[in-house]
T-cell receptor, first 113, second 111 residues
Framework: DAKTTQPTSMDCAEGRAANLPCNHS???????VYWYRQIHSQGPQYIIH???NNETNEMASLIITEDRKSSTLILPHATLRDTAVYYC??????????????FGKGTKLTVNP | DGGITQSPKYLFRKEGQNVTLSCEQN?????MYWYRQDPGQGLRLIYY???????QKGDIAEGYSVSREKKESFPLTVTSAQKNPTAFYLC??????????FGSGTRLTVV
């Protein structure tokens, strides 16, 4: 019941920008989109989140379309250490009314030398 | 420093034994979660708790049990009923509707 869809894998050259897309056409107007990444055998690491405005922090930028149906995570100058699985996720409200973040399989980003 | 701590990092279990994984947070987060991850797969939700003394089953709760007696602690017991327990287990916490903070994980192996 993931509310987001992402490509399975992407490649990027070291030093270039990595642009990771995510479709989330069914999220509601007050639901944030979160991005995490997971390097092999570690816990996922928070990157950034946003509602409708573009966001930037020291790690990445998040561009959200005006209709909020999709977003793009941008790593401006990818390094080899950015090789990881990147998850785009949103909150899901269960039938019982509780809430949880649902992780899909994410995008495996490989940064090549 | 605030954070979330999982222990142990590696755990070995004999078939038929129960084993408990520890998860402690000092972030004053209301909600806590347990996920299981198999090689090359995404995270699957086992159990979650949004308030002390209350918890809900996730997508793969069979063979697992939890308790939430304190806000800071959410231990996961892998019982003998879990037929394929070898996996990487991740604990997370959050404020309600906020981002997650994850622990560093426990790798459980059945020997």
């Amino acid at each position: 019941d993931a509310k987001t869809t992402q490509p399975t894998s992407m490649d990027c050259a070291e030093g270039r920008a990595a642009n990771l897309p995510c479709n989330h056409s069914t999220i509601s107007g007050n639901e944030y989109v979160y991005w995490y990444r997971q390097i092999h055998s570690q816990g996922p690491q928070y990157i950034i989140h946003g509602l409708k405005n573009n966001e930037t922090n020291e790690m990445a930028s998040l561009i959200i379309t005006e209709d909020r149906k999709s977003s793009t995570l941008i790593l401006p100058h990818a390094t080899l250490r950015d090789t990881a699985v990147y998850y785009c996720i949103a909150w899901v409200v269960t039938q019982g009314g509780s809430e949880k973040l649902v992780f899909g399989k994410g995008t495996k980003l490989t940064v090549n030398p | 420093d605030g954070g979330i701590t999982q222990s142990p990092k590696y755990l070995f279990r004999k078939e038929g034994q129960n084993v408990t994984l520890s998860c402690e947070q000092n972030l004053n987060h209301d909600a806590m979660y347990w996920y299981r991850q198999d090689p090359g797969q995404g995270l699957r939700l086992i159990y979650y708790s949004q308030i002390v003394n209350d918890f809900q089953k996730g997508d793969i709760a069979e063979g697992y049990s939890v308790s939430r007696e304190k806000k800071e602690s959410f231990p996961l017991t892998v019982t003998s009923a879990q037929k394929n327990p070898t996996a990487f287990y991740l604990c997370a916490s959050s404020i309600l509707r906020g981002g997650y903070t994850f622990g560093s994980g426990t790798r459980l192996t059945v020997v």
